[in-house]
C-alpha cells in the first residue's frame, strides 16, 4: 500500500511533536507569568484562614493513608506488569510493607522512618544535607544497592527465562493502577517529611509540575524512538513517574515551577532513553540484570535530583526564601553556612549515599549467595509458581461463556 | 424443561421488582422524614465545633487527590471496557489530565479551572448562572461538543472494526475499577466549587443521595430490559453514575433529599434506556457513532440537570435558603434579580451551552479532518496496536501453570 | 535430581521461619521499648497543635470517603477471586452498598450506621457493651447468621460447579486489590466510630500493629502448611485482614503495642489453619458451605476480638486510662459499674450476638426457601452468566497481536 511509509512517518512524528510544542509554549509561558506568590497561587495555598474565601479547594495535607496506598498499591500494582509473577509483586511488597511498619516503629516514631532507612538518617542529620523526598537517600541509594547486588548475583544462564521476562495486555493494565496511584500521592510523599504549611505546599506543588513535564516527555519520547513510531508501555508506566524522583531532593526548594517543569522534562527523557538504550548495554556489556529498569527510574534521575540539589542550594539567597530559609536551610538562616558551603555539603553527600550503596549492595549480594539461602534455578525466574500455588486456567473461561440455551439445558 | 419459561420470567422480574420497592418505600420515608436540619443531620454536618462530638465521622473535604483519583483513575479505567483499546483509554487519559494540569495553573490558578474549561468561566461568570458540579458546562457541553464532532467524522465502515467495540471478561473488571472510584468521589467534584461549609456538605450529601437512587434503578432497568433478564455491564458501569451528572447544576441548591433521590433515580432510568434503545438508533438513523454513549451518561443526563437547576432556582425562597442564600444566589440574596429571574438566566445558559457545544463540536471535527493529520483505517479503531507496543500473549499462560513434578524436573 | 527434597524441605522453611524470627525479635523489642506515651508517639499523635512541630505526618481521620473506598472496592474485588463470578461480587456489591447507605440515613445519620445495623445498636447501646470496630456486632454477628442460613440452604449436589469454584491468574490479582485497600482503610474503619482525638489514634495504631501482624504470621502459615512450601493467594486475600477483626471491640482501649501484635499474629495463625483444615470440614462433617471462608476470616477472629474485648476490660483501672476512661468505660469512670463487671457484659454480648446470629440465620435460609423466590440450579452457581450478560471472549485477543505486517497490510 502507498501510503504506509508516509503514514508511518507522520505516526512516528504526530505524537512527540504534538507534546513537544505544547510543553515548550507552557514551560515559556511558566516562565514568564507564574510565581509561587502570585496572588492565585497565594490564596489558593493559603491553608489555615480559609474562612474568608468562597471557592477553596484543597492539596490534602500528606497521611499515612496516602503514602500506604502509594506504597500497597502503587508498589505493589507496578511489578505485576511480569505475566508470571504477579503474584510476588503484589504479595511480596504487601509481607514487606507490613514489616516496614513495625520496625519503623521502632527506629523512629511510627512513620517517619518508614521511607527512610538508616542511611537517611546518616546523611541527612549528620551532614545536614536536605533531601525530603529522598533523591539521594531513597532513590539514589535503593537503584545502586540493588544493581550493585545484582551484578553480584549476576545469572549468565537467565536468558532460560527470557520467555517469561516480558508482559501480557492485561499485566500492564494491572501495572498502570500501580503508575497512577504513584503519580497521584508521589506529591504527599515528597512533601510529607517538610515543613507544615508553605513547606509542604511548595513541596507539593513542585512535585506536580515535574510530574507533569516528565508524562509530557516520556509520551514523546516513547513515540520517537518506538518502532513505527509506537508507545512502550514499560515507559509510560516507570519514566512518566521519574518527574517524582528528581524532585525528591529540591522540591522544597525555592526551584520555582518552571525549574520544575524543566527538571521533570529531562528526568522523563533521561529516563526514556534509559529504557530504550541503556538497558541492554547494562546487561551485555555491565553483567547488570535490570528487570524492572531501576536504573532509569530510580538510579539516574536519583542522582539527576541530587545534583539539582546541589545547584538549587547553591543558589539560595535571604531574598529568595524570606522567612522560610530557617526551615528550609536552618543553618544558613543562623549564619553558620554559605549557600556555596551548603552546595558543596549536598554534593559530598550524594557522594557518601553512592559510597554505601556499592558497599551495601555488594555485601547484601555477597550474602544471598550463602549456600544455604535456596534461589530459584535459572529457568524458573519470574516464575509465581516456585513460591505460590498457582491456579490452573480453565477450559471454560478460554471457551467463552455458555449460550443461553445451553444454560437453560443444562439447569 | 417446563420450569424454564417461568423461571425465566421470573428472574426478569425479581430483582427490578426489589430494586424498585425498596427504592420507592425508602424514597416516600425519605418524603416525610429526612430534612438536612433534623437534629441527627445537624450534628453530622457540622463541621468547624466538632470537640464536643464524641462520635464524628466526616465527609472529607474535597481535595486534589480525590479529584485526580476521580480523574486519573476513574476517567482513565472506565475506557478500558474496550477488549483491545485499554492501553489507549488508560495512556491517553493520563497524558491529557497531566497536560491539562500544567494548563491549569496559567488559566486560573491550580486547580479550579482544572475540570472546567473557558465555556464555564463564560456561562458561569457573565451570566451570573449557577453550576458548581458543571451538568452544563461539563456534562452537556462535553457531550454534545464530542457527539456534534463524532457526526463530522461519521464512518461509513466501521463496522470493519465491530469486532473489537466489544468487552471481554476482565476488560469489564477492570472498568468496574474506573466506575466505583468515579462514584466515591464524585460528591467531592461536585462540592469542590461550592462555598467551603455548609454549602459544601450540601452538594455532596445531594450528590451521595442521587448516586445511590441511580445506581438502583439502573440495575432495576437493566435487569428488566435485558435479554432474559441479565444485567448489562455497559449499563452497571456508566448509567450507575447519572446520578451525580443529574445534580451538577443544583446539588448546592436546597433541592431537598427527596428530590435528590427522585432526580438520580430518573437520570439512571433515562441512561440505562438510552443504551439499550437509543444508542443503536442514534447510529443508524443520526450517524453519530458514540461508542462510550456519552449521549447517555453525560448528555441527557447534563441536560435534565440544567434543568432541574432551573426548576430548583426558580423556587428558591428567602425562607428556605436563610443565611446561605448569599453564599448559593448572591444576586437574589442582595434584592437585585428575583427566584424567576434566575432561573430564566439558568435556562438560558443551558441554550448557550448548547449552542458553543455544537459550533464548537463542528470546528473540531473539520479540524481532524485536515488531510496531514493522521487517522487510523475504518478497520482499525479501537486498537491499541495502532499506537502501542501490544505484547504477545505467551502460550505458557494459555497452558496453565506447569504441575510440580515439571517444575522439579526442569529444575 | 539429588537436590529436590532437600530444595523443596528448604523452600518449606525458609520464609516461615524468616516471617517467625523477625516477628518474634520485634514483638520483644514492642514489649521492652515502645509504649504510647513514648514521648516521639506523643509528639506524632497529637492533632491540634501541630503548628511547633517540624516534622509533621498524619494519620488522617476517618472519613465518607475512607470507608466507601473500604467497602465499595475492598469489599467489591475482594470476592473477585472467584473465576466466573466477579460480575456478581463487584456489581452486588457495589447495589448493596448504594442501598445500604440510603437505609442508614434513616436508620440513626447518614453514615453513623451504615456499617453497623440493628443488632449493633442492641447489643453496644442496650447493653453498654463496647465493640467499636465490630468484632462481635459486625464480624462475628454476619459470619455465623451466614453460615447458619448457608447450612439452611445446604446444597448436596454442589459439587456440579465445583469447576467454577477457584480462581485463575488475573482474579485473583483483582482480588489483591481489595485485599490491599481493605487492608490501608481497616485502621480508619475500626477508629470511625471512636472518640475523635486520643481515641482515633488509638484505635488506628493498634489496627495497624494487628494488621501488620496477621500479614507476617499469614505468610509464615501459608508457607509452613502449603505443599512443597508455596503461599496459597486464598490466605493471603484473606487471613491477612484477620488482624483487623481481631482488634475490633479492644483497638480503642488500652491494648498497648505489644498487646496488638500478638492479637495480629493469633489471628492470622487461626485463620490460615481454618482455610487449610477446617474450611473443608466445615462442609464434609457439618453440611457448611463457605464459599469465601468467613468462618476464617470473620467468624473465629470477631470471637476470639469479642474474647480479647473481654480481657481487656476486665484489666481497665483509673491509672492505664487517665482521663481517657470516661470517653472508653463510661460506666467505670462514673463509679457505676466495676472492670470485671464491664468484662462480664462484655462477654454476655457475646453471647447475644451468637444467638440473635443463629436465630437470624436459621429464619433468613427459611425465607430464601421460599418456592417464589428463584434460585440458580446447583450446576449453575458460582456463574454470572445467571444474572449477567458476559461478553464471549474473542478469538483475537487470544490469538495475540497483529504483526506489524499484517497491520499495514490490513489497513
Redesign the interface.
Known sequence: ?AG?PR??A??RL??PLL?LL??GA?AI??AV??RYNHE??A???HWHN??N??????????????V??MI??GF??LM?FL??Y??SS??FT??SA??A???S??V?????SFHRGHIHVGVESLLRVKDAGGSMTIHAFGAYFGLVLSRVLYRPQLEKSK??Q?????S???A??G???L???W??FNS??T???DGQHRSA?NT??S???S??ST?ALSALV???G????VH?QNA?LAGGVVVGTSAEMMLT?FGA?VAGFLAGTVSTLGYKFFTPTLESKLKVQDTCGVHNLHGMPGVLGALLGVLVAGLATHEAYGDGLE?VFPLLAKGQRSATSQAMHQLFGLFVTLIFASVGGSLGGLLLRLP???A??D??CYED??????????E???Q???R?EE?????
Not at 166 to 170: A, D, F, I, K, P
Not at 385 to 392: D, G
Not at 407 to 411: F, P
Open positions: 500500500m504506509s503514514r508511518t507522520g505516526r504526530q505524537l507534546c505544547l510543553q507552557t509561558l511558566f507569568f507564574v492565585t497561587d490564596a489558593l495555598w480559609h474562612s474565601a468562597d471557592n477553596e479547594f484543597y492539596f490534602r495535607y500528606p497521611s499515612f493513608q496516602d500506604h496506598t500497597f498499591v505493589g500494582f505485576v505475566q508470571r504477579g503474584f503484589v504479595g504487601f509481607l507490613a514489616f511498619l513495625q520496625w516503629t521502632l523512629q516514631g511510627f512513620f517517619h520467555h517469561r516480558g508482559s501480557v495486555y492485561h500492564d493494565l494491572f498502570m493502577i503508575t497512577i496511584f503519580w497521584i500521592f506529591p504527599s510529607a517529611p515543613t507544615l504549611g506543588l506536580y509540575y510530574l507533569t513535564a508524562t509530557l509520551f518506538g518502532r513505527d509506537r508507545l512502550d508501555m509510560i512518566a515551577p517543569l526551615s544455604f539461602l535456596d530459584p534455578p529457568s524458573q509458581q516456585v513460591y505460590w500455588e498457582v491456579p490452573r486456567e480453565h471454560d473461561l478460554a467463552g461463556p455458555l443461553a444454560l437453560e439445558t443444562r439447569a
